[in-house]
C-alpha cells in the first residue's frame, strides 16, 4: 500500500511543490483564508495542533519558572519609537489604530508585532530591588505584522505566538537565560514535532530589530529550503537604558538590567507539514497529532463489528491515547483516504474475520505498512508502533537535513548547490557584512545561522579571499 | 485573629469601596495600568486565576464537543455591517484600523468587539448538509470595545474572554444550546468560583445587538449591585439569512440554520473580588486559587525548621495541591500579612514547637480561625478544610444575595430599596417597553433579567399599574 495515492485532489509535491502544499492546508481543513488578506483562519484540527504545542511548551516554560501574563494589544506610537533600532525594524509593517469609535485619537495606536515595549514600560513601574529579579514572563497571543507576501502558516499578517520576556540582574544570566530557551525550543522541534534542528547564531544583518544577538533554530523541508523555527534573543541594556528602567543591586547601587525575548509561532506548522507530509496529504508526529489512532469498522454492519470497533477505542482511550472513531456510512475506502489525507499516525482496521481472528489491522501513516495487531494488550503494541512512528520521522528528516548539507568553497559552488537541489551551504566567513551582502545578492541565498557546532572547513573568506574562521550556513528560506 | 486588619494600605471598603476595589486589584498584583486608557495589564497572580478559569471551561466545553478556532483579530467594515442591529449595537465602540504600514486602506478594519460576523463568513464558505452539522466552536482571545469609563476588570477597553459559536439545523437544537451553555457558566460560577448565580432572560432592550433572546447570569456584589456574569446568546437565522447561509437538509431542501453564541470574559475576576474579598485583601475560593495554601516557617533559622517546612509543602504539592513556600527572610508579620492580602485560602505555620508537638497550624483565609493539624495524614485534613472554605464562600455569598432581594409594588419601593441598601428589586411588569423605561430613569436601576424562577409577587404592572404576570429583577449594575 505504501505510495499508493488515495486522495486525488492534492497536487503532487514533486509536480508544483507550492501548490501541493496550498492543498495540503486548505484540504486537511487546517485553515480557511478570511477577507482579509493574510489573515487566516485556523480551523479546528490546525488548532489543535496549535493546542498540542501550547500544552508541551506551557509545561516547559513553567518548568522553568516562567509565568503567563498578558499585555496590551496596541502600543502607542511613543512607545514603539522609545528605542532606535526597534522602530525602524518594525514601524514599517506596524498596522496603525487611529480611531477610537467615531473619535480620531490624538496619538496613532499601533496593533503589537512584538511586545519588548509593553514590557519595558511596565518593568520601568513595578522594578525596585534585585530582590525582584530576575522577571520570567510569557505570554500566548497574537501579533501583525502588515506583509506584502502571505502563505499559510508561514508568513501570516496576524500569527498566534508565545513570546517570552525576561529581565535579569546580570549580563551573563540573561544570555545563560537566551541559550536555555533555545534549547527548550529545539527540544519541542526535536522531541515533539521530529523536526531535527541546526542551532546557531544570526549574524549582525539577519538578527531581531533591536537585539544584541539572536539565536535561532533552522530546520530543514522536503524541497531543502530553510525555516526558521524558533529564535530567542539578548538585548543586553538596550531597552532598559532606552526606557530609564533601574534597580538597587546588592550593593544599593542603582543598576539597569539586562533582557530576553523568545518566540515560538504557528509557522512551525508549516514547517511540520513540509517535513513530514506526501503526496496523500498531511503526516503529523503521534506525540502532537490531535488525533494518534483512527479505529475504522470494516463491513460494520455484520453483527459484533460496530460494538467490537467500540470497544476497541474505547480501551485505547482509557490507555491515554488520542483516539478518533469514525461509524459513519461512507464507504471504508473514502475513510482511508481522509484519514490519510489528515495524517492520523496510525489507523486500526477491524472487519468479522480480525475478530474472528482476536487481532485487527494496523496501518502505519509514514511507511504504509501493515501488521496484524492481537486484540491482547492491543494498548502496549499500539503505544510501540507510535513510538516508533515518532522515531521514524525524526531520522528521516534528520537524513534528508544532513544529506543535503554541502561545504563550499566559492561563491559559484554555493550559488550552483542552491540553484541545483538545494540544502544546507557551509562556506567560510571572514566576518565582513559586506562579503555577506555579497554573498546574499550573488548566490541568491541568505544566511541562516553561524552554527554552535563550527567546522574549519577552510581558512578563507568564500568571497573576498581574505582569512576567515566563521562557518556560515546558507540557504534559500521561507 | 479574624478581622484583624493586617495590611494597612488598603482603603476600608466601607469608607470607599471603589476605592478599596482599586486598592485591591493593584496591591494584590493583579493587574497594572498601561499607556492607553482602558488596556490592563493583567500581572502573573491575576493572570494565574484567569489560566484557572480557562482550564476548568475548556475542559467543560470539550466534554459538551465545543472545539477551538482561531478567527482573525481585524472585520472589514463592509463585513461588519452585514447584520443591521448588530453594527448599530458595536459600531460606535469599534477601534479601527485605518493603515496597514505606510498605506491608507481602501477600506478600514476595526478589531474585533465580538466574532459573530467572522464565524458566519467563515460558515458560509464551508458549510454544505445536514451531516456537518452542528458546528460547535469556540475560540479563546481579546476583544476590544472603545468605553468611555474603565475599570479593572469590570469595563476595560481590552479583554480576554472565551466567545463560543454554534450553528445548528433547528431552532429547538439551538435553543437547547443557548441554555445548556448558560448552565456551564452558572456551574463554573457556583461549583469553581463560588458565586451565586440568578439566571434568567435579558429584556428586549438589554439583549445582545442581533439576538433573538439573551440569557444571563447575574451576581451579587458586597455592595449588593448586581453584576453579569456570563451571557448567551440565540440568534434565530438572522445572521445566516443576512449572510445567505445554507445547506441542503435532510429531505435535501436547502434551508437556512440556526445560531447561538456565548461569552464569559475577564471580569468575572472582578466580581470575585467584590463577593468574596474584605478589608485585608483578596479572599480566594480554593478551586479558583493560584496557590491553595501557603506554608510559612516560623522561627526558620532553628534547626530542623526549614527542612520540615520544606517537607510539609512537598507532601502537599505531592498530593495535588497548589502550594507556595515562602522562605524569604521577611518577617512571619510580614509574609501574614502579603498572603491574606493576596487571598491564598489557608496558610499552615509551622515552627519548633509545633514540630515537637507532631502538628502545624492552619489559619483560614476566609474566617481566620486557626487549627492545629496533625502532620500525620495532613494531607486529608488540608483537603476537608479547603472544601469547607470553598463552601464556606458560596453560602456567605448565598445569604448576600438572598437577604438583599426584595419584592417592591412600586416604582417609589422600587427606588427607595434601591437608593438605600440596595440589592435584587422584583416588581411585577407588563411586558411594555416603556414601563422598564420609565423604571429605568425614575428609579435610577437597570433591568436585570426575567428570571427563570418567576413567582407571582402581585398582578400589576409597578410602573403603569395595568395586569402584568412577569416578574423582572432590577438593580443598580456595574
Redesign the interface.
Known sequence: MAGEKKVEQITDMEADFAQWYTDVCLKAELI?Y???KG??????YG??I??NIQAYLDRAFKGCGH????????I?EG?LQKEKDHVEGFA???????????EELSE??C?RPTSET?FC??WS??LRSWRDLPYL?NQW??V?R?EKTTRPFLRH??F?WQEGHTLHATAEEAVSETERMLEVYADCCENFLAMPVLRGIKTESEKFAGAERTYALECMMHDRKALQNGTSHYFGDGFTRAFGITFSDRNNQQAYPFQTSWGFTTRTIGGGIMTHGDNSGLVLPPRVAPFQVVVLPVAAHKPGVAEAAQALAGRLTAAGLRVKEDFSDNSPGWKFAEYEMKGVPLRLELGPRDIAAGHCVAVRRDSGEKTALPLENVEQSVQVLLDDIQSALFHKAKENLLSHTYAARTVSEVKAIAGGAGGFIKPMWCGDAACEAAMKEKAGVSSRCLPFAQEKLGDTCAVCGKPADKMVVWGVAY
Open positions: 480557511d478570511s477577507s482579509v489573515m487566516f483562519i485556523l480551523r479546528p488548532y489543535a496549535w493546542e509565568v503567563n501574563v498578558s499585555m496590551p494589544l496596541l502607542p512607545l514599517p509593517e506596524c498596522a496603525w489604530v487611529t480611531f477610537g469609535g467615531s496613532r495606536l496593533v509593553l514600560e511596565h513601574h513595578i514572563y497571543c497574537s501583525l502588515w499578517r496576524e498566534l
